[in-house]
């Protein structure tokens, strides 16, 4: 939960680099763990390991965005909210573009995490930029749509 700066043993490693046994079993022990404890998001380093709940989960409410708005990754518990933060503190702190790559099998909650993390931005950017944010918002949300539907054709044909 949001507000605990470190958690307990009882909920697993949150950085997979701290696993001692580096191994396909002891990596989906781990997560299979977290994921139990409502722990959807794991770190590998700056990357993120996300498990789809497939329902409905409070980890994504304002108090969360308060919890992880100006924080360093690692100040709170692994989540989603860590990395659009960073990203986007860098973005502004060095005036460059920046990026999230979001890569997983089909259904596995990319379009979900991007949503997420445009939500996110747009809840801590000022209220001049915020219009901005939710235009973006949308192109991203309607051309997935086109995207996916060029996806689908092209494996059809092959
Ligand atoms: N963080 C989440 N919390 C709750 N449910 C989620 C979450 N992420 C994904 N889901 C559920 O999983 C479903 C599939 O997720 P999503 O559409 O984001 O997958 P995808 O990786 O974009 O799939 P595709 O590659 O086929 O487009 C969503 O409709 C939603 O029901």
Redo the contacts with the bound molecule.
């Keep these: 939960m949001a507000g605990t700066i470190h958690e307990g043993p009882e909920f697993g490693i949150g950085d997979f680099v701290l696993l001692h046994d580096v191994t396909l079993e002891a990596f989906m022990d781990n997560l299979k763990l977290r994921y139990e404890k409502n722990r ?1 998001y794991t770190y590998i380093g700056e990357v993120v390991v ?1 498990v ?6 409070d ?2 409410n304002k108090n969360y965005v308060d919890e992880y708005k100006g924080r360093e990754i690692y100040e709170r518990p692994p989540h ?1 909210f860590a990395l659009a933060d960073s990203a986007y503190t860098t973005m502004k702190r060095k005036s460059r573009d920046t990026c999230i790559v ?1 890569s ?13 993390i445009m939500r996110y931005i747009a809840a801590v950017t000022n209220v001049g930029g915020q219009k901005e944010v939710e235009r973006v918002k949308d192109v991203l949300i309607k051309s ?1 749509v086109i995207l ?1 539907a060029v ?1 689908k054709c092209q494996n059809k044909q092959e």
Excluded: D, R
Aim: net charge neutral; aromatic share 10%.
């Design positions: 959807l996300s789809n709940p497939y329902k409905p989960v980890i994504y989603i979001i997983g099998e089909s259904g596995s909650g990319k379009t979900e995490a991007s949503k997420i997935n996916e996806w």
